[in-house]
């Protein structure tokens, strides 16, 4: 059960590496997303750690 939750939580900090790479690659990339973003990821990742 838990290697399914880590899974899940490794799956969404995937998807939210891709939405910080699409941002950064924009011509005017948003600072206040892309703060947002890499918050969310260390979130996931502190919780993928305790998991």
Known sequence: MASSHVNALQSKHAGLEAKLREELARPAP??????????????LKEE???A
């Open 30 to 43: 948003d600072a206040a997303t892309i703060q947002s973003i890499k918050k969310r990821k260390l979130r």
């Open 48 to 50: 993928i750690a305790r």
